[in-house]
């Protein structure tokens, strides 16, 4: 018999401790604790119990009927407390429930992935490099020297040294991304495909086009035999996968001191279709991606032998890019925290 009640116990408990609402727990009740439930009828039958054992059953009987009756109270209360409060805060625990609303990459980051991927499926690696950055690597590395008019085109943000060893004007926020060209190629021996995606900093007038802080995918290659028209079939395939096979490209000379010959690459505006526009300042054109030949100067600088290997570099505008991808017509959008301009991506 004691075992019959421990068992009886037991179950009775687990049994209400699953019930998932007030009808069920009713049921429970009847049919432990009801005329005919187990506990009453095993009740009964106390009297056909040993006279000496008589009073410890009964105890324990006793015992097992309070311990079903608290865990019945307990549960109706906990059961009471979900549903009132549910009421109170007007839950309609029928009705379909709320999708969480979940975040994404900035349409910035989806591009630059993107970026990294098609280039990484023609063999280049990603490298990072520091956004405060030394004359040296900045400038000097790049052909261009303390006195170099070229120097004037990059609205350099200075650091102020006056509290420390270095010397005025050698710590700056890095202008250009071509600041790894030094750093990797000092490191790393030929044949070498490097991008390197990263912000740049220029006292600027912003407008539609131009930020303050922008942007780029600075890129190059150094091999023995790497010729103009490798660099000109890598920019064609890199902004035909990025852009679209019927893209609209068109090449210009240009001057940086770090390239020889300097190469300017145009892509229509996608925003006015060539129309002309603010964004493209009524050109039609938007310039992409800049580029060129390696200077000799520059392979020398980092211990290249600029007989026996040569190469090319670019920069590829992202900032821009992304604008033109998505026809944003002004880059300052990409900064904007608004969420009704970023859920659109
Ligand atoms: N660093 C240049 C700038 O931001 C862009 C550039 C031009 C990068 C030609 C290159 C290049 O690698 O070959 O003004």
Known sequence: ?????????????????????????EEIKLQFLGRSGKLTLTLKEITKVPVEKRSEIGKLANEVKRTIEKTLEEKYFTLKLKFSSLRKQNVDTTAPG???AIGHLHPMTQVLYEVVDVFKSIGFQAADGPEIETDYYNFEALNIPKDHPARDTQMTLYL???NSKVNPGEIILRTQTSTMQGRVMEKVKPPVRVIVPGKN???????????FEFWQVEGFMVDTNVKLTDLFGTIEYVLQKLMGK?????FTTTNFPFVEPGVDTYIQCSICKGKGCSFCKQSGWSEIMPAGMIHPNVLKAAGYDSQRVSGFAFAIGLSRLVTLRYQMNDLRLLTNPD???LEQF
């Open 1 to 25: 018999m004691e075992e019959e009640l421990m068992q009886i116990k037991n179950s009775a408990v687990s049994m209400i401790i699953d019930a998932p609402n007030q009808k069920e727990l």
């Open 98 to 100: 709320i999708k969480p």
């Open 160 to 162: 102020d040294t006056r």
């Open 201 to 211: 900093f220029r006292y600027e007038q912003v407008d539609s086009s131009h930020g």
């Open 246 to 250: 019927d893209v609209k490209l068109k």
């Open 339 to 341: 969420l009704r301009i």
